[in-house]
Nanobody, 132 residues
Framework: QGQVAETGGGLVQAGGVLKLSCTAS????????MGWFRQAPGKSLEGVAC????????TYARSVKGRFSISRDNAKDTVYLHLMSSEPEDTDMYYC?????????????????????????WGHGTQVTVSA
């Protein structure tokens, strides 16, 4: 049984940098489009960024474009999300999502609007808190 697990959350001051990691196990990582979502209590789910299997395509939500960066290392079965120039509004639980795409570039804005049930794997989340 495969799974994805997030690490790297924590407390950071506004303007600070934080790196989130999501490591997969029990699945062929290179066959998956990977991405990050976030959600706070009482708020709707927001797609943050996605990356295709080959890293050839990335897509970002308008709210984070230019401030966040997504990357992946297929040799380490890991996808990263770099939070740069963080803002208090970035305080959320961050989730890693994996879609079985069989090396087809599916990362797009519509991908970021999918829901949890659309993905083969979904992590337990890591909390990010940005203080003013």
């Amino acid at each position: 049984q495969g799974q994805v697990a997030e690490t790297g959350g924590g407390l950071v001051q506004a303007g600070g940098v934080l790196k989130l990691s999501c490591t997969a196990s029990g699945l062929t990582f290179g066959d998956y489009t990977m991405g990050w979502f976030r959600q706070a209590p009482g708020k709707s789910l927001e797609g943050v960024a996605c990356i295709s299997w080959s890293s050839g395509r990335t897509t970002y939500a308008r709210s984070v474009k230019g401030r966040f960066s997504i990357s992946r290392d297929n040799a380490k079965d890991t996808v990263y999300l770099h939070l740069m120039s963080s803002e208090p509004e970035d305080t959320d639980m961050y989730y890693c999502a994996a879609e079985l795409s069989h090396q087809v570039d599916t990362c797009s804005m519509s991908w970021l609007h999918r829901q949890r049930g659309d993905f083969e794997y979904w992590g337990h989340g890591t909390q990010v808190t940005v203080s003013a």
